[in-house]
């Protein structure tokens, strides 16, 4: 009986194990649909493309009540919106989609002005505490 529970449980960690979503955040730099190169945090998911724009929109939608706007194929921004765990500014949020093997980069990038971005140079409190925000979603 016992040999049978410790089974039970070691199958059902396993599958929870095997269908988890690993995630991985990293800072790079990243391209906007400018071609400006600005900061942003990049999380790294095994999911699709697809899948993540449809998980950014609902995100942004239900945390901070925006809607985002479609710029180019791989773009998503959602313009002039407060997340107070970042700053009292209204910013540009933008998530920039690409494919890495196995998965889907989400960059995100924090915008308060039309050529001012959160960067470690630049707002480096509010782009430390965009990481926070970058593993949340």
């Not at 999380?43 to 942004?60: E, G, K, L, P, W």
């Not at 039309?114 to 593993?135: G, I, M, Q």
Request: with cysteine; proline share 1%.
């Amino acid at each position: 009986m016992m040999k049978s529970v410790i089974l039970l449980v070691n199958l059902i960690l396993l599958t929870e194990f095997s269908f988890s979503q690993t995630l991985r955040v990293e800072e790079r730099k990243v391209k906007t649909e400018e071609s400006v190169e600005v900061s942003c945090w990049t999380a790294i998911v095994d999911q699709d493309v697809d899948f993540c724009r449809d998980s950014y929109d609902a995100f942004i939608k239900e945390y901070f009540k925006a809607k985002t706007d479609k710029r180019g194929k791989n773009v998503l921004v959602a313009e002039k919106v407060v997340i107070p765990e970042l700053t009292n500014l209204r910013i540009d949020q933008r998530a920039i989609f690409g494919t890495e093997t196995g998965g889907t980069s989400v960059s995100f990038t924090f915008s308060p002005g039309y050529d001012v971005h959160f960067s470690n140079e630049l707002y480096a409190d509010e782009f430390s505490k965009a990481e926070e925000l970058t593993k949340n979603f």
